[in-house]
């Protein structure tokens, strides 16, 4: 910097003032370094062949005011992002960012973006601003949509991002207009260690950063604390007097004892200063992951997809060329870090980019490059990791805006036609369907390549949702062929079925099998989106015992199975919403166990984004910027260290949804136990001693074995084993591997109450009355006889019912009740179980409508009539409706014109969990008035049989009729469950609905159906 | 009102169909027929005297169970109970039953002993005035698919209005310490018994069940739910002692138990002696439970609800 320039900053620094409160940037003025700040940047081995991260760091030569101003090189005009420390802002009110900018080159065109995700939503307003050689500000106000936002600083556009540095200084944002610059807070604080250690180093040294920003000395007390991330426990802590100048910055060192594996915040607080703000330190503690030779058909473990963020494709990239996301550390850097995790194998091209995508190999034909794979084998090998490229992926499917084939290859494909019913509707129309000769040059080239260093391929990326089985298979054979060809020894996966989007994992597989399609693969993947865990609607080891049976009806040698891809590893949180795919470390365990117990050949769910803790901004949908080992890492860890290369032995399941797997390891035996379920308050009782018996928790911590053989369950899983045999005690034994399998087998779970109730207790009609019927589960590992009652509010029960529920078992029973209300208040079950009344509540809705033979019902300004003779249901509707719709062949019934029927045919029953899901009893129908004759109802009948089932229509100006008769033997019982729905549309697609019943969600909940009944 | 001699008895005018028939009654009577709803039912204007009443006569068959039903409503201002009168093989003999304001319907079980014609009596017995009701007396012989259910009719006394049908109060005790109450908390339904254990004149005052058939040589077991307001022991006692009179050794049998603040269920188990020669009374084959304070100087209202008596 020359003089002038320095004389022009100190006066700046002058007039500028220091005044901390109102700005909401932490370490604004990069005072403490780049403490609280991220750095993105794709790393691009045109002009960066060693792929060096050069992150942002601190300088002292220049700044606006203090002494450092924050540095970004970007030497190798790589496309980059800055993020700083999330804020909370109030949504709805004006803020304005601003922050000091220069660069070493002119005409720098920079993008300064608020960004924020939030439940899936972005907002990002943003500014783009030309920076040069001097220091100069740039602001823009904007009114906060969400709560929570980051900086986003990048450089460059589409015009070109020239080699450069820039530098960033006091960033602010303030509520209304711009004000002047001020930092943060008086006294801000950091702590700094490394990010990784291993528990057998004992200790871990980090140093406390301090920096008054403010014109006045200041001294206080400050604690350091370090908190266990997981359950929010204080492991440690220490108290320091600090004594700062205006304007000075110190660093005390400190050495904290490491108790455990785990993941720990550091966190600084003050004592006596009112003008505080403070960034916790972030360090894991793992174990140390001994990597040995593995074979991936024979060793389970850990494995990773890496897709989505881990390239960006040339076509993709700011600068027009492809590039590595490494984020705050080189590439070999997060291999590294993965290494040290235990991961073994990376699934290449989950989503997003795939280094091994067909527009990254051969961008132009017979131009082939691999330079991107082969930079990524080359990382993984040196790493101890194998890479599983996807071939195909989900290249096929090619959207107007973003095609994922090459052009070359597109316009030489074929457009997919017909279009297969059960794929996904955002595929429909777009799927473009390569020549078979071009896909076999494609894989034979790839492979060829390859060969050597990849030993497993996965043929596409479920190709159910764009490709029907004959479809899929065309190319499965070829792939296989071609493989075989150009290196025996390498394997294929296949099928790939998911059950994301809507997929059917099943009736994939049975169409690939019916085809004969099992010979061309070797192994068998899937992606059991709908059967997420063992508490799902489709467990997870239904799924896995469904699919292993299609296979083995099949195939004398059953096939393999991998779990190839589950971003989302619990129940609950709707799909790709942010809540789902925030996973916690006993979701990581909890799946990988199952895979590994259900004797899946391998199981690699989750992309990397969950391993990082996302420090500086949590309240963002996307973990897009953090490299923080994370609690989710520690559990991949002890995962690898104790599970890898297991073999599962047994399965034991003592009740109230707990489950254990035996497995062995080395020769000896290892389990594995949680409770899936939500019944809280559950111990499992095991006769053992805790001489004999390690338990650890799911970080390979021990904890000790209770004495009375009484482990409390929470919400993740324990792990227990033998204990070795005492070397220096001759008369000591380990239990060997069959007792400890019998040990487990007699363990036995109780709960605190003996019975739980499910959530959907439902009132039904009988006797021309009404019961409640409410299920229940029985806790206890016994029979349990029983009477069971309801009291509420408007309703009394008019009698206790008796039952004997087995052990573990369930029941749902109708409980007779007198209404004194239409919409009873607080209901609760009482339970006379073992001479004891038990209070359970109940969440009730208030009874579905009913219907009797000669009623009549409003839907909307349309009409509906029931009546009924001893053979037939007959419903009748008249519907007022002045814009029929048409017929459009293809159009899904309920976006025309139509009448919906949904029967349940036995509707009391009810189980614990999932009431709401359809049972085979459940049908629904579909009528519709302007369709072809003999196309006018469609049935989708359940279990049922409703060929029976006539319909009858007739349409005039101003609406149409319809009747709909039903055999009663059809039905069977005194009544159904039931709804009408009647679609409204116009000749494009549907306007509205009109529901006799249900708020519009008859179609996922048969709870929400009416009644009708026969006399 | 004209009084009435034991002798001025309704009598039956026609044969009992055994399956359950209502008794028609004669028209020389101070019983006036009203027909409601295609029901008959029967009224007095009693005057506390006399023992007016009405009586069906049946032919039964030998070793049987018959049950008499009958639903009444007194009006009086006293609690008098009725009774029942019976006369057959075994001899004659009284059964006291319990009587509301409200209407209720009553039941006992009688044994055929040796079979024959069997007359019963419902009769009201002598004390306070007031309009009296009744109807749908029925006779009918027990199936053995009774026998082996709850022989309480009420047992949860959702069909008992004012006063439970099954329970009588102890004859030594003044007023009315039985009564139907609302059920709060109960597991289901809405009524409880409610019984007011309170001495009087030095005496712990109880309750007691109608005679129950049973079966010499088999298993009883009584089940009750009860709470109280404060930790309260009571004496629940099975005994045989017919309505023809008490021969040979007394069969009775003792159970204590402490009622607690929170509903719990008690049971106990009786064990019918098979030795009819020792135990004479049971002959008549039937069982009654009294229940009462176990301490004589001790008070509490205690409820109870879902009771129960079967055969193991």
Same mark, same amino acid.
């Given at each position: ?1015 | ?50 023992? #007016? !009443?009405?009586?069906?006569? &049946?032919?039964?068959?030998?070793? %049987?169970?018959? +049950? =008499?039903?009958?639903?009444?409503? @007194? ?50 017995? #002598? !004390?306070?005035?007031?309009? &009296?009701?009744?109807?749908?007396? %029925?006779?009918? +012989? =027990?199936?053995?698919?009774?026998? @082996? ?164």
């Amino acid at each position: 910097m020359n003089y002038i320039t320095a004389i022009l900053c100190t006066a700046l620094t002058a007039i500028i003032s220091v005044q901390a409160g109102e700005n909401l940037v932490f370490n604004s003025g990069f005072e403490l370094g780049n403490a609280g700040y991220s750095c993105t940047k794709y790393l691009r081995p045109d002009t960066n062949p060693e792929l060096k991260y050069a992150g942002p760091v601190a300088d002292n030569a220049t700044r606006v005011t203090g002494k450092l101003s924050l540095r970004i090189p970007n030497r190798f005009s790589e496309e980059m992002q800055l993020y700083s420390r999330e804020v909370c802002l109030v949504p709805g009110r004006e803020y304005t960012a601003s922050l000091w900018m220069k660069s070493d080159i002119e005409h720098l065109v920079v993008n300064v973006i608020m960004f924020s995700i939030a439940k899936g939503k972005w907002d990002t307003p943003r500014r783009d601003f030309e920076v040069g050689r001097e220091w100069k500000r740039f602001s823009f106000t904007f009114t906060a949509a969400h709560e929570y936002y980051s900086f986003r600083v990048g450089m460059g556009d589409r015009n070109g991002l020239p080699a450069c540095d820039l530098w960033l200084d006091n960033l602010q944002i303030n509520k209304g207009p711009l004000r002047d610059y001020e930092p943060c807070a008086d006294i801000e604080a950091t702590t700094t260690s490394p990010n990784l250690v291993l528990l057998e180093d004992g200790k871990l040294s980090c140093n406390v950063e301090l920096v008054n920003n403010s014109a006045n000395a200041s001294s206080a007390k400050m604690a350091l604390d370090i908190i266990n991330d997981g359950n929010g426990e204080k492991s440690f802590s220490k108290l320091f007097d600090f004594n700062l100048k205006p304007g000075e910055r110190t660093s005390i060192p400190c050495q904290i004892p490491l108790n455990g594996y785990g993941a720990y915040l550091a966190q600084t607080t003050s004592i006596g200063t009112q003008s505080f703000n403070s960034l916790p330190g972030y360090f894991a503690v793992i174990g140390n992951y001994e990597r040995k030779n593995i074979d991936l058909d024979k060793t389970f473990c850990v494995g990773l997809n890496n897709g989505s963020g881990y390239f960006i494709a040339h076509d993709r990239s700011l600068t027009g060329t492809s590039g590595y996301l490494a984020v705050d550390h080189d590439v070999d850097a997060h291999f590294a870090l993965l290494a040290k995790m235990g991961c073994r194998l990376i699934r290449d091209g989950a989503s997003g980019c795939s280094a091994f995508s067909w527009r990254m190999c051969e961008p132009k034909e017979g131009e082939f490059k691999f330079q991107i794979g082969d930079r990524l084998l080359e990382l993984s090998e040196r790493h101890g990791m194998k890479v599983m490229p996807i071939l195909g992926g989900s290249d096929f499917i090619n959207p107007p805006k973003e095609p994922n084939l090459p052009e070359w290859l597109k316009n030489k494909s074929k457009k997919q036609d017909p279009i297969p019913v059960d794929i996904i509707q955002t595929a429909k129309g777009n799927v473009y369907l390569p020549p078979l000769e071009l896909w076999r040059k494609f894989i034979r080239e790839t492979v060829t390549h390859c060969k050597g260093k990849v030993s497993h391929y996965e043929i596409m990326n479920e190709p159910n949702l764009f490709l029907s089985p004959t479809e899929y298979l065309e190319y499965l054979k070829a792939a296989n062929e071609e493989i075989r060809g150009a290196d025996p020894k390498a394997k294929t996966v296949g099928f790939c079925a998911t059950g994301d989007l809507g997929g059917n994992v099943d009736n994939f597989m049975n169409g690939c099998i019916k085809q004969k399609g099992l010979p061309y693969a070797d192994i068998v993947s899937f992606h059991p989106y709908d059967a997420r865990d063992l508490k799902a609607i489709l467990p997870a080891d239904k799924q896995i015992d469904g699919i292993k049976a299609m296979l083995s009806e099949n195939q004398e040698n059953r096939l393999p199975l991998w779990n190839t891809e589950l971003f989302f590893l619990f129940s609950g949180p709707e799909h790709n919403s942010y809540e789902a795919g925030v996973c916690q470390p006993q979701h990581i365990a909890m799946r990988f166990l199952t895979d590994l117990g259900e004797g899946l050949g391998q199981s690699l769910p989750l992309p990397h984004q969950p391993l990082w803790k996302p420090l500086l901004n949590p309240h963002t949908d996307e973990n897009i910027c953090n490299s923080l080992p994370s609690a989710n890492f520690v559990a991949y860890n002890a995962l690898a260290r104790l599970f890898e290369g297991a073999k599962p032995l047994d399965k034991i399941r003592w009740g109230n949804d707990t489950i254990c797997y035996v497995y062995e390891k080395d020769g000896r035996p290892l389990a594995a136990f949680w409770n899936y379920g939500d019944t809280k308050e559950l111990k499992l009782k095991l006769e053992a001693k805790s001489s004999d018996l390690q338990l650890f928790d799911l970080f390979g911590n021990e904890i000790s074995f209770p004495e009375d053989g009484i482990i409390k369950f929470g919400p993740a899983p324990f792990y227990l084993t033998t204990k070795a045999k005492a070397w220096f005690n001759l008369l000591s034994s380990e239990m060997s591997t069959t007792n400890f399998d019998a040990m487990l087998k007699n363990g036995q779970v109780e709960a605190e109450l003996p019975v739980a109730v499910g959530t959907g207790a439902r009132f039904v009609p009988q006797n021309g009355g009404w019961a409640l019927v409410v299920p229940f589960r029985n806790c206890t590992g016994r029979d349990l006889p029983g009477k069971i009652g309801v009291r509420g509010e408007g309703l009394v029960g008019a009698e206790s019912v008796s039952f004997t529920v087995p052990a573990n078992g369930e029941l749902a029973i109708a409980v007779p009740v007198k209404l004194k209300t239409e919409t009873p208040g607080p209901v609760s079950a009482k339970f006379a179980l073992d001479g004891k009344i038990w209070t359970l509540p109940l969440k009730i809705k208030p009874p579905g409508k009913l219907l009797r033979p000669g009623d009549s019902a409003r839907l909307g300004s349309s009409s509906m009539n029931v009546s009924c003779n001893d053979k037939t249901l007959k419903i009748s509707f008249a519907v007022n409706d002045t814009s029929p719709s048409g017929y459009v062949a293809g159009r899904e019934p309920w976006e025309q014109d139509c009448i919906e029927l949904f029967i349940d045919a036995n509707p009391e029953f009810n189980q614990v969990k999932y009431p709401e899901t359809y049972t085979d009893k459940v049908a629904r129908l579909f009528v519709m008035p302007y369709a072809p004759e003999g196309q006018r109802m469609v049935l989708k009948p359940g279990g049922l049989d409703l060929s029976g089932v006539t319909v009858a229509t007739a349409t005039q100006a101003g609406g149409y009729t319809a009747e709909v008769e039903i055999p009663l033997a059809a039905l069977g019982g005194t009544g159904i469950g039931f709804e009408a729905q009647i679609d409204d549309a116009d000749t494009v697609k549907r306007q509205s609905s009109a529901n006799w019943n249900s708020n519009g969600d008859a179609y996922k909940n048969r709870l929400s159906f009416g009644f009708i009944t026969f006399k | 009102m004209r009084k009435l001699s034991l002798v001025s008895l309704l009598s039956m005018s026609a044969a009992l169909n055994l399956a359950a028939a209502s008794v028609s009654l004669n028209a020389n009577t101070e019983w006036k027929s009203v027909d409601t709803e295609g029901i008959k039912t029967y009224a007095i204007d009693y005057d506390g005297k006399g023992w #007016p !009443g009405f009586f069906p006569q &049946v032919d039964t068959g030998p070793g %049987e169970f018959y +049950k =008499v039903r009958w639903m009444m409503k @007194s009006q009086r201002t006293g609690d008098e109970p009725q009774t029942l009168a019976i006369e057959g093989s075994l001899g004659k003999g009284t059964l006291n039953c319990p009587v509301s304001k409200e209407w209720n319907t009553y039941s006992a079980y009688v044994f055929s002993g040796n079979g024959g014609p069997f007359k019963f009596r419902i009769y009201l017995n #002598p !004390g306070s005035a007031g309009k &009296v009701e009744a109807k749908n007396v %029925e006779v009918s +012989k =027990v199936s053995t698919e009774e026998l @082996s259910g709850n022989l309480l009719s009420d047992g949860d006394f959702e069909h008992s209005a004012g006063s439970p049908v099954d329970w009588l109060k102890d004859g030594r005790v003044k007023g009315s310490p039985i009564s139907i109450v609302r059920s709060e908390d109960f597991i289901s339904g809405e009524r409880s018994m409610a019984v007011e254990f309170k001495p009087q004149d030095g005496n712990a005052i109880g309750i007691q069940s109608p005679q129950l058939p049973v079966e010499p040589g088999k298993v009883y077991e009584f089940n009750f739910w009860a709470k109280a307001g404060r930790e309260f022991v009571i004496n629940v006692d099975t005994q045989a002692w017919p309505p023809y009179g008490h021969k040979g050794t007394h069969f009775w049998k003792r159970d204590t138990f402490k009622i607690t603040t929170e509903w719990k269920q008690y049971s106990l188990k009786a064990s019918i002696p098979s030795d009819l020669v020792q135990y004479p009374d049971l002959a008549a084959k039937t069982v009654y439970i009294g229940i009462s304070a176990a301490a004589k100087d001790q008070e509490e209202k205690v409820l109870f609800d879902d009771m129960s008596f079967k055969r193991l």
